[in-house]
C-alpha cells in the first residue's frame, strides 16, 4: 500500500482509540501496520488492532451466494453489487502525536475529529516512532485487543523494513525485558513468532 | 387484546381457507382437459400477440428462455414516500427514489444512486396540500417518478449489450390513477406517463427495454374472461401454475382498458411466467418487445430470481436504495421541530402523540 495515502475516514472515536471506514472495500493495511489520523492541527499516530467487514446495513446479514462457483473471485464478478452493500471498518488504537514537530508517544491531549482522515504512513515517519523507547512499554501496558499478536505483527513490520535486523532485535528484547519484567515465556513468545523476511 | 379470541378466529379462516383449496384442486385437476374441450373460446377484450382475438389455445402457448446472456446490464428505480405529517405546523411530503444498475459480464460493476423530492414544489402547481396526504395521488406520482428516473438514467448507459429495466408492481399506477379525484393533477400524470412510454419506446429500438415484474400477482385479466365454469374466481396466477412448467413463460397477450384514462395511455402487453419459486407477470409496452428479445428479457428475468432467492436481486436493491426507514423519519421530525424552534415557531407535538409515545400508567 502505498505511503501517505488516504485510505478512510474515522467515523467513531474516543480518547484511546478510533473506528475508521475505508473507502474501498478491503483496502486496509494489515494489523499491525501504524497509520496516521490527520487533523490540521496535528497528526495523531494509532496502530490497526482489528479489522472487520460487514453489511452496511445492520439490518441486512450477508447470504451465501453459491453453491456453483469454483473461486471466491468468481462470485464477486457474479454479484459486482456486493463491494457497495459491504463495508470495511477498522479499529486503531492511538500510539502517539506530533506537535510542531515533536513526536511524543501517549495519548493524544484531544483525539482527532469524526472524518479526520485516515492515511498509511511514510517510511520516515514509522522509524521516528519505532526510535522512541517508550512505544513498545506503551504497547505492552494498553489495553488494546489482540495485545501480543498486534506487538509481534508491529515489529514485524518494523523490523521487515530494514536491512540489517539483529541490532534492531536485540534493542526490541531489551525494550520488551523492560516493559514485562518477570515474564520471560511471554517475551519469548513474541521474540519468536517475529514474522521476519529477508530484504 | 385477547389473543384466544384472534386465534380461533384466524383457525376459522384457515378452515374455510383449506375447503377452498380442496375444491379448487379438484378444478385444476381437470383444467386442462376442460381448456382443450373448448379451444376456441374466445378471451373477450384480449388479444394475442398477433394481435388477434385471444381464445383458449393461446393459453396453452409456452415459451422457453434463451441460454444465459454473458453480458448484461439491470436496472431498476424503486420510491418510497415521506407522507405529510398533520401534526405539523407546516406539511410537506417527500419522495425518495432509489436507483441501481448492476453489469454483468466482461465489465462487472454496479451503481447505486438516489433522488429526494419535497412536495408541494411551486413548479408544479396541481400538487397542492391536499394532495400530500392523499395516498392513491402520492402513490401515483410516485410511480410516475420511479419510470421518470430510470429512464434517465437507461438513456444515457452506453454499452453494447442488452439492457433491461424493471419497474416494481404493475407498469402502469392503473389502480392509483383511477382513485384520483383531483383531475388537473390525473391529467398531469397520465401526461408525464405518455411521454416516459415514448421514451420507453424509443429505447426499445436500441436493445434496452423496460418491463415491470410483479410477484404472485392477484390479477384476474385472464380468469374473469374465462366460462365460469372453468375458472370460477381463479386469479391468472393460478391457472399458469397448471399450464406452466418451471422457467416457461406463457403467450404475449395485450390489455384492453375500460377506463377513460388509461386508455389514452399506450397499451400494455403482458406474460405469465414460472420461475421455480412462483408465477409473476411481466408488462411492457405493446410492440415494445419482440419474441427474440422476450426469450432474453427471460433468460435474464430468471437469473435476477436466481440471484435474489426468488425475487429479482435488482428489484430488492433498488427498494432498498429507497426506503426512508424509521430512523430517518425520526431524524427528519427531529429537525423540522429544530428548524421550527429555531425560527422562534415555538412548536412541540400534539398531547395525543406525547401521551402515545410516554405510554405512562
Known amino acids: ?199 | 387484546m385477547e389473543i384466544d379470541k384472534t386465534v380461533k378466529y384466524i383457525s376459522k379462516l384457515a378452515k374455510q381457507l383449506k375447503n377452498e383449496d380442496s375444491f379448487k384442486s379438484n378444478v385444476m385437476s381437470k383444467l386442462k382437459s376442460d381448456l382443450e374441450g373448448s379451444i376456441n373460446f374466445r378471451l373477450e377484450n384480449i388479444t394475442n400477440e398477433q394481435n388477434d382475438q385471444a381464445t383458449y389455445a393461446d393459453l396453452f402457448q409456452v415459451n422457453d428462455a434463451a441460454e444465459v446472456l454473458l453480458n448484461n446490464s439491470v436496472f431498476s428505480t424503486d420510491g418510497s414516500t415521506l407522507e405529510a405529517d398533520r401534526d405539523l405546523p407546516i406539511e410537506f411530503a417527500a419522495i425518495n427514489i432509489g436507483y441501481v444498475n448492476i453489469n454483468y459480464g466482461d465489465d462487472p460493476k454496479a451503481e447505486f444512486d438516489s433522488a429526494l423530492s419535497f412536495y408541494p414544489d411551486p413548479k408544479i402547481q396541481e400538487i397542492d396540500s391536499r394532495v400530500l396526504s392523499d395516498v392513491n395521488s402520492m402513490s401515483a406520482l410516485r410511480h410516475v417518478m420511479e419510470m421518470e428516473y430510470l429512464v434517465d438514467k437507461m438513456e444515457t448507459f452506453k454499452t453494447d449489450s442488452i439492457k433491461l429495466g424493471f419497474v416494481d408492481g404493475n407498469f402502469y399506477p392503473n389502480f392509483a390513477l383511477s382513485h384520483i379525484n383531483n383531475n388537473s393533477l390525473k391529467q398531469l400524470l397520465v401526461k408525464r406517463l405518455k411521454v416516459v412510454a415514448e421514451r420507453v419506446m424509443s429505447l426499445a429500438k436500441d436493445n434496452t427495454y423496460i418491463v415491470s415484474y410483479n410477484s404472485s400477482p392477484k390479477s384476474v385479466h385472464i380468469t374473469s374472461k374465462m366460462d365460469t365454469k372453468i375458472s370460477s374466481d381463479f386469479r391468472d396466477s393460478e391457472i399458469f401454475t397448471e399450464l406452466l412448467e418451471d422457467n416457461q413463460r406463457s403467450a404475449v397477450f395485450n390489455e384492453t382498458s375500460d377506463d377513460t384514462d388509461e386508455k389514452s395511455l399506450n397499451p400494455i402487453s403482458f406474460v405469465y411466467l414460472k420461475n421455480s419459486y412462483e408465477i409473476a407477470k411481466v408488462e411492457f409496452i405493446k410492440n415494445t418487445i419482440n419474441k427474440d428479445a422476450m426469450d432474453k428479457i427471460h433468460s435474464l428475468v430468471l437469473s435476477q430470481v436466481q440471484k435474489g432467492n426468488g425475487y429479482p436481486k435488482i428489484l430488492i436493491e433498488s427498494h432498498e436504495q429507497a426506503v426512508i426507514s424509521q430512523s430517518d423519519r425520526k431524524s427528519i421530525s427531529v429537525l423540522t421541530e429544530r428548524e421550527l424552534n429555531a425560527n422562534n415557531l415555538k412548536y412541540t407535538t400534539t398531547q395525543k402523540y406525547q401521551s402515545k409515545q410516554s405510554r405512562n400508567i
Open chain 1, 1 to 199: 500500500m502505498k505511503d501517505n495515502k488516504i485510505i478512510g475516514e474515522i467515523i467513531e472515536v474516543s480518547s484511546r482509540s478510533a473506528i475508521a471506514q475505508s473507502y474501498e472495500l478491503y483496502d486496509c493495511p494489515p494489523i499491525g501496520s501504524v497509520v496516521k489520523c490527520g487533523d490540521d492541527a496535528e497528526d495523531i499516530y494509532g496502530v490497526i488492532t482489528n479489522i472487520e467487514t460487514r453489511s452496511i446495513d445492520p439490518g441486512r446479514r450477508p447470504n451465501p451466494k453459491g453453491p456453483g462457483f469454483a473461486e471466491v473471485n468468481e462470485l464477486y464478478k457474479s454479484n459486482p453489487e456486493i463491494t457497495h452493500l459491504m463495508k470495511t471498518e477498522f479499529n486503531i488504537v492511538f500510539l502517539g502525536y506530533k506537535n510542531e514537530n515533536v513526536t511524543t508517544i501517549s495519548i493524544p491531549p484531544t483525539p482527532p475529529r469524526i472524518f479526520s482522515f485516515v492515511s498509511t504512513l511514510p517510511e520516515d515517519e514509522m522509524i521516528n516512532i519505532f526510535s522512541d523507547e517508550g512505544l513498545v512499554k506503551f504497547i505492552v501496558n494498553s489495553n488494546m485487543e489482540l495485545k501480543d499478536d498486534v506487538i509481534i505483527m508491529i515489529i514485524s513490520k518494523y523490523l521487515n523494513s530494514k536491512k540489517t535486523k539483529t541490532e534492531e532485535i536485540g534493542s526490541f528484547t531489551s525494550q520488551l525485558v523492560g516493559a514485562l519484567p518477570d515474564q520471560i515465556t511471554r517475551i519469548t513468545n513474541i521474540i519468536q513468532n517475529l514474522n521476519l523476511q529477508e530484504k
